[in-house]
Each structure stands twice: as structure tokens, then as C-alpha cells.
């Protein structure tokens, strides 16, 4: 009978496709109503890299030409025709995602109990279908070590593959973010963010590790989807990508995780993901 039911919470488990361990543990229980539901893991996907890649591009021109892009002016040349269409004041993070996305996030208390910090839409309005944060982090492949960084933290994010994303802004996790960040760079070229680890992002869209889960009362309107950052991404723009590899000798492009809204979404209400998606 326990060999049963172990054996039915091991294949159930399995199938899990994102997990925050070990908080998903504790509450699988409370809320099994609100686990997501995919028959396969293509259809998992609710926009097409090709439309990740636009809004991400779009926001990111924006903050180059708002942070002066001074270090990297032969770079900005080639960007230029883009750049024209964009408007001459700088403006600052919140205010780019807002005009040129036409909402802006950030984070504040939960309106759950005990939940902690939660993520809002602060002004605008978010459409269906679109990019509305990213899930920063240091990306480890299946085969690479994580076990000190994710001793009591909720914030190991694990991807479709296996592949985990540690979105800790604390600790060993934002010492080790810090130092791979620093080796990846190309002369005055950063490859990733780490201004996620502060208070003030630069990428305001560097939040999506604090969107608590929903609940009975509060259904997801934000889902998680995988984006392997494509080779053409510009190299002047990958300063805003609030991911970086563990490991140097990583062949596979680099994984970034977005939320995509499940619905329509006004200023004032908190995001909410599912933090449990069961594959078919
Ligand atoms: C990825 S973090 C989210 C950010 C978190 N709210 C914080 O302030 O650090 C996951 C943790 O948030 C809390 N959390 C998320 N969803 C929750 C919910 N619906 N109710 C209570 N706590 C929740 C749990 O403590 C969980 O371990």
C-alpha cells in the first residue's frame, strides 16, 4: 500500500514541470485545483521565441539609449536606424517599460497573507499574450551542482528540461551570480545584468522571481515559458539579460525564463503565476 501510493507520488512528481522546492512540498495539497494543465510540451508555449525576442528588444534599445550606451558607441552606430524611431529623452526603466510596452511592474507587499513580497502591474495595462517579466538567475545545467545554493531557497526555479534557474537575490546566490557575470564579459561589454540583485533593476522586468503563486480565490494570470536567448540577440543589448551561466563551458544558448499573461491585466492587481504545471 505505501509502496503504492509511493510509487503514485513518484510518477505524479515527475511530471511536475515547474518547482519551487521546498515550499511546492509543503502545499501540494492545499491547492491542487489551480495546478496548470499541458498535454505537451509544445503547446506549452504561449507566445513564439520569435515574439519574446521583439518585446525584449524593443524594452532593452530603450534602455541602452536611456543609460547613454556612452562605452559603447561604435556599437550604438549599428543600432542607429533602430534607435531613430525611438524618442530622444532618456527615461528611466519604469517609464521606457511603460511607454514602449505600455505597462510598468514592480514589486510590493503581497495582497496574500504571509505570502511576502508580490509583483503588480503599477501603471497601464497588460494585454493577453504578453512578456510581462522575466525569472533572473544563474542557470544550471541537469549535470551541475547546485546543492549549497539551494539549502532553504525558495527561489530554485526548475525549467521543462530539468535545467534550474536560482533567482536567490541573497546569499551564496548573489555571490555566485555576481562572479559569473564578471567572467563572462567581453572587455567593457557586460554579458548579463546583476542590478536584479539591488533594489532598482535596470531591466524592470528582472522581478518575475517574486510573483507568488495563485491560489483557489486568486487563478494565475501570468504563466512561466522557457526562452533560449537566440545567437543573433544583439551583443550590446545582452547587458539587460538577467541570466548568466554557471558554468563557462556551457554549449547551449543561454536560458531565460519569461511570464506571459494569461489575460487581460489592470494597474493595481498582483501577478500571480502557477508554480505547478503537470506535462502529459
Ligand atoms: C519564489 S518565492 C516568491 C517571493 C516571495 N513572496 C518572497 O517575498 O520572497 C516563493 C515563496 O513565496 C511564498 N509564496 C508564494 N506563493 C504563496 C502563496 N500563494 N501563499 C503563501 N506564500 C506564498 C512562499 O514562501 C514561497 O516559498
Redesign the pocket.
Known sequence: MLRTALTRFRNKWKSYRHR?VP?VVLNLSKNEKTVRQVTERSKDKLLSDEEVSQSLLKLFRVLLRSHGGAAHTHFLKQIRSEEEKCEETPVCGHNAMLQHLGFSIDRKP?T?P?????VFVTKGFVPKGATVAMYPGTVYQVYEPILLQSIRN??VFRCIDGVLID?NDKGISKIVFKSCSGRDRIGPLMMSDTSWLTHSPQNPLAVG???????NKWPANVCYQEYDVPDNFPIELRQYLPNVNYSQDTLRPLRCVVLVSLRDIAAGEEL?SN?YTIVH
Not at 114 to 118: E, K, P, Q, S, V
Not at 209 to 215: H, M, R
Open positions: 519551487f515550499w503581497s496574500l504571509f505570502a511576502g513580497t508580490g525558495p527561489f533567482g522571481q517574486y510573483v507568488n503563486n495563485c491560489s500571480f508554480y
